[in-house]
Each structure stands twice: as C-alpha cells, then as structure tokens.
C-alpha cells in the first residue's frame, strides 16, 4: 500500500525537534508480545538524548516510530507538540539526519557522496559539516582533498573516516532531529 505520507497528505510545519513518547506501545506481530509498552519521555529541541540497552529492547523500532516508519500501537508519539500521524512524512523525514552504524558511500569523490544529500549545497556549506564532523582533518590529508574518489563504499578508507563522512553528509541537510 501506498505510504500516507508519499501522497504529500498531512501538516507542514517549520519543525524544531521536540520529541515526545506519550505511553506509546508498538509491536510487530499483531498476536506477539510489545516491543514498545507504555514508553514514555520527552527531548526538548536542542536536546542530547541517549537510548542504551541491549539487543532487541526496542531501540532501533524508537528510531523507526521517530522516522514514521512505523506508528504506535497505542499512545501518541508527538513532534513539536503535533501528532506524527498528522505530518507529512516526506516533510518529516527531510528534518531528520540519520547516521547508521553502516552507512553506504558510494563510488564517486568526497564532494559527490557529501552532496548527494543536498545537491544544491555550496562548497562552503560542504567544508563547514566536514569541519563540524571532524572529516575535514583527513580530507586535507588526501591527494586530492575533497575532490579525491572513493571506492565503491569508500573501502580505501577507514571506518572512522566513513563514519564522519556519513555524519557530514547528514549535517548538510540541516537537520533539525540528527538520529546517530
């Protein structure tokens, strides 16, 4: 089925980033145990917040409901005081920055894979997100700096470096919720 928010149905808004968990509940299997029962807690935009815990607690499905890529069960997940289920998802999904623990880049230079998040970032832009990340340290160092090509998943570099360069491109959508 068609996602609700690909059809551009649901709020606009400026977001600033409040998060809120009201007693959200989410589980997968319509007959199996929650996976999410009852969550409850707030971030405040500007806000640092860690979810620690162990494997299948639930912290990635968090990340997900935040996404929309799922919707609570039960309880009202809000952003900015508003019910997700009323934003646009495509709206929501262009404030959030994700940095997963694997990120993919692609064979092209440092500049492509930074811009491919936003194609009509200035370069300025481009070297300030790789100072804010760190990645501007060893981009300097590389033959042809920024202009250098990576290999198919940039395997001629370092997962550190794949790391920074993955919160650097996420850091140049301007993200008003950076998920990490």
Known sequence: ??????TKRGTRFPIEGKLDFDKVSFQYEPQGAPIIDGLSFTINSGEIFGIVGRSGSGKSTVLRLIQGLHAPLNGVLRIDNRDIRE???????????VVLQENFLFRGTVKENLAASNPTATL??????????????FIEKLPFGIDTKLEENASN?????????SIARALL???KILIL
């Open 157 to 165: 570099l370092s997962g550190g470096q794949r790391q920074r360069l």
């Open 87 to 97: 934003i646009d998802l495509v709206h929501l999904r262009q404030n959030i920055g």
């Open 173 to 175: 959508r301007d993200p």
């Open 1 to 6: 089925p068609t996602e609700r928010g690909a």
């Open 124 to 137: 300025e832009q481009i070297l300030e997100v790789t100072r804010i990340s760190g990645a501007d340290e």
